[in-house]
């Protein structure tokens, strides 16, 4: 099972980014996906969740209104859509597939916030 995720760079505040999340080795459509973020110093946290087929989502209240997680179960993708980011936004951001039994990671990638 691999993860890749893509699309992390350096942006100013207030600008977007569409960080995407690219996977292989495994049932795509049958793993619920998560997005998390860990900032220098700071603990893990889950910033976006997607139910398997796409149809339930979820957003940590410092995001809501802001990303939008979305996939493409014929893609094998899971994206993330980031406007209005702010300083505190920035992190490593990791992708995350979870089933009943099974959960996999990617190798992450940077996000920088700073003008």
């Known amino acids: 099972a691999q993860l890749v995720e893509s699309g992390g760079g350096l942006v100013q505040p207030g600008g977007s980014l569409r960080l995407s999340c690219a996977a292989s080795?495994?049932?795509?459509?049958?793993?619920?996906m998560r997005w998390y973020r860990q900032a220098p110093g700071k603990v893990r946290e889950l910033v976006a969740t997607?139910?398997?087929?796409?149809?339930?989502?979820n957003y940590a209240d410092s995001v809501k209104g802001r990303f939008t997680i979305s996939r493409d179960n014929t893609k094998n993708m899971v994206y993330l859509q980031m406007n209005s980011l702010k300083p505190d936004d920035t992190a490593v951001y990791y992708c995350?597939?979870?089933?009943?039994?099974?959960?996999?990671w990617g190798q992450g990638t940077q996000v920088t916030v700073s003008s």
């Open positions: 997607i139910s398997s087929a796409g149809g339930s989502t």
């Open positions: 995350n597939a979870v089933s009943m039994v099974r959960s996999h």
């Open positions: 080795g495994f049932t795509f459509s049958t793993y619920g």
